[in-house]
Structure formats: C-alpha cells, structure tokens
C-alpha cells in the first residue's frame, strides 16, 4: 500500500477515475470488509495516495445529487460497519489525512453502526492532533451527538481520563492526568461548543420558569387550605369529621407546602449564576438546580394529592353510597395522576445520571488535586 506512482498511472487511464472502460478497473471496488482503496489509504496514513484519490471524487456532486455520478470515485463510501474513511483517520490517529478529507467535504457527523461518528474515534485515537484537526476543520460538527449507548464524545474523553489514573502512587498520578492527552482532549471538547451551550442554558432556564409556576400555584393552594380547613374544622360539628384524616390532611398539606416553597428556591438557584463562573460551569449548576426543582415539584404534587384525599374524606357524609363515589373518583383521578407522575419521574432518573454525576465528581477532584499540586510546587522550589 503507498505506491502513489501506480495509483497515479492507473487514474490517468480515465480522466475522472471511477470505471476504467477499456480495462474495467473500478475504484469504487470492495475487499472483504467492505472497504474501498480510499479506506485503506486513509486508515494507513498513506497522505499521498489520499491526496490524489481525492481529486477524483466530487463531494459536492455526490451530497446535492444524493447519490454517486456515474465514473466518479466515491467520497463517503461505507464498509460492512458503516465506517467511512474519515471514521478510520480519526481512529487510526492521522490527523493530516483527517484534514484533507474534510477540506474536501467528507461527511463529519456520519455514525457508524456503533454509533460512533469520526469524532468519537479521534478521541478513541488519543490522539489530541486529530481532536483538533476536526474541531478545527468540520462544519456543521455535532461535538454532542451520542452513540447507541448514550454517550458523547466528552463523556468517553472524561472516562479515559480515569482510566489512564490507574497505577500510579498520588504524586505520579496528578501530574500524570496533567499531561496527559485524554486530559487535552477533555479540555477542547469542552470549551468548543459555545453555542450548544448557550442553547442548553436557554433550554434549561425555561424548563425552571415552568417548575417555577407550578411550584407558585401549589404553595398559593396549601397555604389557602390552612386558613380555610375542611368544613372550618375544628369548630365545626359535622358529624362525618374524622380526626385522623384531618391529621393526615394537616401532614400532606403541611409538606406539600414546604415542597412547593423549596421548589421555588431551586428554581430563584438556578436563575442565579455564581460570580466569575464559566459558562460550561453555569450550564452545569442550571442543569442541576432544575434537577432539584423537579423532584422537589415531584414530592410537593404527591403532597397535593394525598391532601386533596384526606379533605374528601374528612368532608365524605356516612352513607355507602356517598362512599363509593368519593372512593370510586379518587381511583381514577389518582391512577392518571400515578400514570403521568411515573413517566415523569422515569424522565428524571434518566436526568440524573448517578454514575455520570459521580464520574464528573471524581474527574473534577483529579484536576483539582493536580492543580493544588502544582500551585504548591511552585511556591516550594
């Protein structure tokens, strides 16, 4: 592989390369896997053979006609796992290669059958030229598209960040996530995509406006329920009263109350920045106040409901039939609430990913430490 004279021979055959009518020969051909010659050369590094396989493909005819024009040489061919070569550059590390493919109009947020798109495989690669070479060169790049198991390329950078702090003693290992390269990588993926973060941050601060409402509404209804009790308990002498269920009402209304009022001060958190914070810092603490809020919101709906049957049951007459129709109601009107609770409470958990909070906890002590370290050092040469 490399010999850049007899690829260049074999294209001159046709002006435009692609099928060679008087001696068959086709550069769009497949091996076993699938891959075509500009897979090879790609993933081999061979800069040369790339570069000129690439002045026969036309990206842009290819993209605006939405398939191969006839005798043209394939810019985003696919092997048998859906990887194109810039998937390969960026996986084998060639960050020249990667350059030159995308100048050209590869596609930069294709995905493999993994899920993998070619920024994916450059931080795989660990190499932190090649991160680079398409931050710096795709357009229209998603730095936060995510692979079939959910993750980012950030997130993979960040895991690599700690996996490569294995085996060293405290010392070795600071200055070792210091200088290392998944630590660089880490350190571009997060600062490039200022715009998502911009977009985040509005998305964020507009799902806290919405909790904010609810949450104003609940503690406006509580805080109405104590001035007024059911039936103006105590001092009425309704027969049906039951002091239990007034207890019960007192606790649920109680919560709900508080809830709705905690809710409230996650929410005013998360309209708050802190002084001299990043902005990927500020969407993090945006993200998580809102997160609180909701589960905040979440115990303060459950208060809601269970108060609203306590006081039907304090006000609920003695007779059987009146009986049914209160118990009858309460059954379906709380098996919706239950139905919408559940699915949004299953949106949450999914929110509050315990491992991910856990992975970013530790890879922020890591850089922490390191930084202490080196602060330290500096002060006692």
């Known amino acids: 592989m490399g010999k850049v004279d007899i690829i260049k021979q074999l294209l001159q055959w046709h002006p435009v390369g692609g099928m060679c009518k008087s001696h068959e020969i086709n550069f769009n051909a497949v091996d076993a896997t699938g891959s075509t010659a500009l897979h090879l050369a ?6 040369k053979v790339v570069e000129e396989l690439l002045k026969h493909c036309k990206a842009r005819n290819y993209a605006s006609q939405g398939g191969l024009e006839s005798g043209l040489l394939d810019m985003a061919p696919t092997n048998k796992r859906r ?16 350059s030159m493919l995308l100048k050209s109009g590869a596609p930069v947020n294709r995905t493999a ?17 090649t991160v680079k070479a398409i931050l710096r060169e795709a357009e229209g790049l998603k730095v936060s598209e995510a692979d079939w198991k959910g993750l980012t ?8 960040c700690l996996n490569n702090n294995n085996g060293y003693t405290p010392t070795e290992r600071k200055e070792h996530i210091k200088s290392s390269h998944s630590m660089e990588i880490m350190q571009m993926l997060e600062g490039f995509d200022v715009h998502g973060l911009h977009t985040d941050r509005q998305g964020y601060m507009d799902s806290a406006n919405a909790i904010l409402v609810g949450a104003a509404l609940i503690a406006s209804i509580t805080f109405s329920s104590w001035l007024q009790p059911p039936l103006g308990f105590p001092n009425s002498n309704h027969v049906a009263i039951e002091y239990k269920a007034m207890q019960a009402f007192w606790i649920f209304n109680s919560l709900s109350f508080f809830f709705a009022i905690a809710t409230v001060i996650a929410g005013a958190d998360a309209a708050l920045p802190k002084k001299y914070q990043g902005l990927k810092d500020t969407v993090a603490n945006v993200r998580g106040a809102v997160i609180r809020a909701s589960w905040l919101l979440f115990l303060a709906v459950v208060g809601v409901i269970g108060a609203f049957a306590c006081a039907g049951f304090v006000d609920l007459p003695t007779t059987r039939k009146d009986s ?48 202490s370290s080196m602060d330290s050092s500096s002060m006692n040469p």
């Open 42 to 47: 790609a993933s081999g590094g061979h800069e």
């Open 324 to 371: 049914w129709y209160m118990s009858i109601t309460l059954l379906v009107g709380g098996m919706t609430c239950v139905c919408f609770l559940a699915g949004f409470v299953r949106k949450l958990l999914s929110w509050t990913d315990f491992s991910n909070l856990r992975l970013h906890f530790k890879v922020a002590q890591v850089s922490s430490n390191a930084s």
């Open 83 to 98: 990887t194109t070569p810039l998937h390969l550059a960026a996986l084998f590390g060639r960050p020249t290669v990667v």
């Open 113 to 129: 059958f993994s899920g993998h798109t070619p920024l994916h495989y450059a931080v795989f690669s660990v190499c932190p030229k």
């Open 153 to 160: 390329p950030l997130e993979y950078a960040k895991e690599m």
